[in-house]
């Protein structure tokens, strides 16, 4: 079977009368033999008793004993071959009209001894009676037949004797007769409790394959996503653990990733999204289900997994395909989306991987995909692994909280342009891993806030920044960085008001900086704590204006105190003149707002005169100060730092 192919289980329908039809005639393969040599035995025996025995065996019974001699031979051969219902049907009907034939050609053959030889009467009768009642046992399997022996040779003899009214002749007639009657009797109880056997088995069997049935298809709903019925991710993970079992062969995995699925749902609904990824999933099965394995992982998520001989070569030539597929547009009804998607691809062979391995690869690669921007690819190499396992000290740092005991909070100065006079310091979170060194806050802050796990470093780093300005003297304040994802949670006002409250740090000396992006998704969520806080008298700075490229809609939109420039539009602005002119623009544009303008990475004497000479209120730069700890030490030291700038 195919890794795309059904996970089918043989399941064989019993059929309680064919059942029943395959044991009697296995029955009567093993007794008919049986019952041809006692007629036969009983035909000898009946002859060599009588008178004249040698002439009567040139009659009828020469011609009962090759008929019994023809059945006995095709009897044994029947029992080294296996029949069907249909056959073994026909050969129990055809046994029963020849034990009618031999019965009845017993029977006259009997009463035409008992009139040629009438002294010998109870001989004839003894072996024609145990004939009838020997054959008759041995069509027990076959009730039908089993009458045969029994109401034509049994009990024409009995009456016979009945007949004779003789004393002992009349006995014998009564004790054959009731012998003859319980032994049918008997073989009808057994046939019933054969019967009855035949019918628990069949029952249980039917039981089985009930259990057979349900259990396959609670195998197939576990093993199938209900969405879009392809594999889900507990059969993608068993069919890769199981071919890593065996040791041998190659193994490609390419993680797929939606990248314009969420809209989709937000806009038009889960209906809509719902028919989307059913519409992939039917696209990638139909595209590469023939020799791989397609399954969703899970949300917007889909794999595909190739296995054996020439998975790596099938992997990396599928790509362009996967891409292609996931990014053509989609019918929905009456709407055309366009969804698209990145893929990233791991490959590696059974003795050196296991399953959790590789389905890390593969992420690692969507995740380097994904950075590169939509519809694009990304195959996991060695430098990926080693950025994968710095992720993965960095994730275990974050979700241990390790981090936020290793954390420490420095403050860069910000000063007035002009006099620089100090204004203000920004608080701005570092870590020092054991494992890795100076780990960036641009590196570490993105991951914790993928994790969910953003806000105890936000809230942590505010505790530390908020208990050490309360030295600084007024109206100095404290600038602090809010993470875009903590600005989307419901109650992140109310938590960095209860911080300032607990550390005693007037809300009023407080300012809070957020980037394009806190506000880029859900606007609404972020406006309403920005308001919270303003009321509360807390200053709000757009930080790293320029950056992104919708920025003056969210001046247009909100109130901002304060206008932070990136430093991509200061560094090198005294040599250029366009970068000049752009930047003498936005200055413009916040003094026209009431905002204050702040340049930040101001690094060279050049650069701060020329943001002096367009107006920025104040500067931020290593120029200016680098970031330290808080102490009566750096503050004075800072003082100097303001009479070199």
């Not at 054959?176 to 008997?186: H, M, N």
């Not at 702040?598 to 931020?620: F, K």
């Amino acid at each position: 079977m195919g890794i795309g192919g059904k996970w089918d289980f043989a399941l064989h329908k019993c059929e309680e009368e064919p059942a029943q039809i395959q044991e009697r005639y296995r029955g009567l393969l093993r007794q008919i033999p049986l019952l041809y040599l006692i007629a036969a035995s009983s035909i000898i025996g009946l002859s060599f008793s009588t008178s004249g025995a040698i002439e009567s065996m040139l009659g009828a019974p020469g011609i009962l004993i090759v008929i019994i001699f023809w059945r006995y031979c095709h009897w044994l051969k029947a029992q080294h071959r296996q029949v069907g219902t249909n056959e073994a049907r026909t050969q129990i009907k055809r046994s029963r009209l020849l034990a009618v034939i031999v019965a009845l050609g017993f029977s006259i053959w009997s009463q035409y001894l008992i009139l040629k030889f009438p002294q010998d009467a109870v001989e004839i009768v003894f072996f024609a009676g145990l004939s009838a009642i020997g054959c008759a046992f041995a069509l027990s399997s076959y009730p039908r037949a089993a009458s045969a022996p029994v109401f034509l040779l049994g009990l024409p003899l009995g009456a016979h004797l009945l007949l004779l009214g003789s004393g002992p002749q009349f006995g014998m007639g009564v004790s054959l007769l009731l012998v003859l009657l319980l032994t049918y009797r008997l073989i009808h109880l057994q046939n019933s409790t054969v019967t009855e056997l035949i019918s628990s088995r069949f029952s249980l069997e039917a039981e089985r394959n009930r259990a057979r049935e349900a259990e396959h298809a609670a195998q197939q709903q576990a093993l199938t996503d209900p969405l879009t019925g392809i594999a889900n991710r507990r059969a993608f993970i068993r069919a890769l653990d199981g071919h890593l079992s065996t040791g041998v062969g190659d193994i490609a995995i390419a993680s797929i990733d939606l990248d314009g699925f969420k809209p989709i749902n937000d806009v038009f609904g889960h209906d809509t999204g719902d028919m989307a990824l059913s519409c992939i999933a039917a696209r990638l099965v139909e595209r590469f289900g023939s020799d791989s394995l397609v399954a969703r992982m899970g949300g917007d998520e889909f794999a595909v997994l190739w296995l054996g001989r020439g998975a790596w070569v099938k992997a990396s030539r599928a790509i362009p395909r996967l891409l292609a597929a996931v990014n053509e547009p989609l019918a929905a009804g009456r709407r055309t989306l366009r969804i698209g998607g990145c893929v990233g691809l791991a490959m590696g062979d059974g003795p050196s991987h296991d399953s959790n391995t590789l389905l890390s690869q593969a992420d690692a690669a969507l995740y380097d995909a994904k950075a590169k921007g939509g519809g694009r690819s990304a195959i996991f190499s060695d430098e990926l692994s080693r950025r994968d396992d710095r992720r993965l000290v960095i994730e275990t740092a974050v979700r241990d909280s390790t981090l936020l005991d290793e954390m420490e909070v420095v403050y860069q100065p910000i000063r007035t342009a002009i006099s620089g006079e100090l204004v203000s310091f920004e608080a701005l979170a570092r870590w020092t891993s054991p494992e890795l060194g100076e780990v960036s806050p641009s590196e570490f802050i993105p991951i914790a806030e993928q994790m969910n796990m953003i806000s105890a470093i936000t809230e942590r780093s505010l505790e530390i920044a908020a208990h050490c300005a309360r030295v600084l003297p007024a109206p100095v304040s404290l600038s602090f960085n809010v993470s875009a994802v903590y600005l989307c949670t419901e109650d992140a006002s109310e938590r960095i008001l209860a911080i300032l409250e607990k550390a005693g740090f007037p809300v009023e000396r407080m300012q809070l900086e957020v980037t394009e992006t806190a506000v880029l998704t859900e606007f609404d969520l972020p406006r309403q704590h920005l308001t919270t806080l303003r009321t509360a008298g807390a200053l709000i700075a757009l930080d790293d204006f320029g950056a992104g490229s919708a920025s003056i809609s969210y001046l247009r939109e909100m109130n901002f105190d304060a206008v932070k420039f990136d430093g991509s539009l200061i560094v090198g602005v005294a040599t250029d003149p366009r970068r000049k002119r752009l930047l003498e623009g936005l200055v413009k544009l916040c003094q026209s707002l009431g905002a204050v303008s702040t340049a930040e990475h101001v690094a060279s004497i050049e650069d701060l005169a020329e943001v002096r000479t367009l107006g920025c209120d104040n500067v931020q730069g290593y120029l200016l100060g680098k970031p330290r700890a808080l102490t009566a030490e750096t503050l004075s030291k800072m003082e100097t730092d303001k009479q070199a700038a």
